[in-house]
């Protein structure tokens, strides 16, 4: 690999509203420490050496809007583009893949939503697929007892079965890859798609998992948590100043 194929890009699907948080702007552009999510996730995808141009799929009525936040904000001088991203994150992160150039082999995709992960994740991960993996995720492991159950919503739930908790992980982003794994798995998708087949997964590592890639885990950090529920953003507050009293942010 040589040295330009070895910098990664790195996607970040932003088009999505993020309901979750209640009304208002769009997840990732709710503010976090008065910056936006998306904003601080670029930033932390900047800070590493390892990423050489990071582009972000915002929603396609607000290209504009994004470009004018992100170039209002220092993100130590690296490439940072902004496409229109689709209706679902997988649509996204197809688009932003393809306003990468071609002689990027490495792809790292991050959720806006995991505004600080810290450097050493994001080194990690493109280490790793530079070392050889297709796919590798970053993950930690799981505090609590999981039970696997019938879905029920609104009602009691039976219990299934108990996995052993000490072979599962909570997988978290950026996820790295190979680039031409990662365009084939989502052009297979498509076509799926256009066939009627599967439905989306959650992440790009579960669609190289479908088409029968090895996918490969590295060592998360427990402060690359994903901010989806008013009480994830509290604990994002509470860690961004953390970070700001002892000058590591």
């Known amino acids: 690999m040589n040295a330009t194929a070895a910098v990664a890009a790195?996607?970040?699907?932003?088009?999505?509203?993020?309901?979750?948080?209640?009304p208002g702007a769009p997840k990732a552009l709710r503010e976090l420490g008065g910056v936006p999510l998306l904003v601080h996730a670029v930033r932390a995808l900047a800070r590493s050496r390892a990423v050489?141009?990071?582009?972000?799929?915002?929603?396609?009525?607000?290209?504009?809007?994004?470009?004018?936040?992100?170039?209002?904000?220092?993100?130590?001088?690296?490439?940072?583009?902004?496409?229109?991203?689709?209706?679902?994150?997988?649509?996204?992160?197809?688009?932003?893949?393809?306003?990468?150039?071609?002689?990027?082999?490495?792809?790292?995709?991050?959720?806006?939503?995991?505004?600080?992960?810290?450097?050493?994740?994001?080194?990690?991960?493109?280490?790793?697929?530079?070392a050889g993996a297709e796919a590798v995720v970053p993950a930690v492991p799981l505090a609590d007892t999981v039970k696997r159950v019938e879905p029920n919503p609104g009602a009691p739930e039976p219990v299934l079965d108990t996995p052993d908790r000490a072979t599962l992980r909570a997988v978290q982003t950026p996820q790295g890859f190979r680039r031409g794994t990662l365009a084939e798995v989502h052009a297979k998708a498509l076509t799926e798609e256009a066939g009627g087949g599967l439905p989306p997964v959650t992440d790009d590592a579960g669609l190289v998992e479908r088409f029968g890639g090895r996918v490969v885990v590295v060592p998360g950090h427990e402060e690359a948590f994903k901010v989806t529920r008013p009480l994830d953003l509290v604990l994002a507050e509470a860690v961004l100043a953390r970070r700001r009293a002892s000058d590591a942010y």
Do not use: Y
Not at 10 to 22: F, I, K, Q, T, Y
Not at 57 to 76: I, M, N, R, T
């Open 10 to 22: 790195a996607v970040v699907p932003a088009a999505g509203r993020g309901e979750r948080l209640g």
């Open 52 to 130: 050489g141009l990071v582009v972000v799929a915002a929603p396609a009525d607000g290209v504009a809007e994004v470009v004018g936040l992100l170039d209002s904000h220092g993100l130590d001088g690296k490439d940072v583009r902004v496409v229109a991203g689709g209706a679902t994150r997988q649509e996204s992160v197809r688009l932003g893949l393809a306003a990468i150039p071609a002689e990027v082999e490495i792809v790292l995709v991050h959720d806006a939503a995991r505004p600080l992960v810290p450097v050493e994740v994001v080194d990690a991960v493109a280490a790793a697929v530079r």
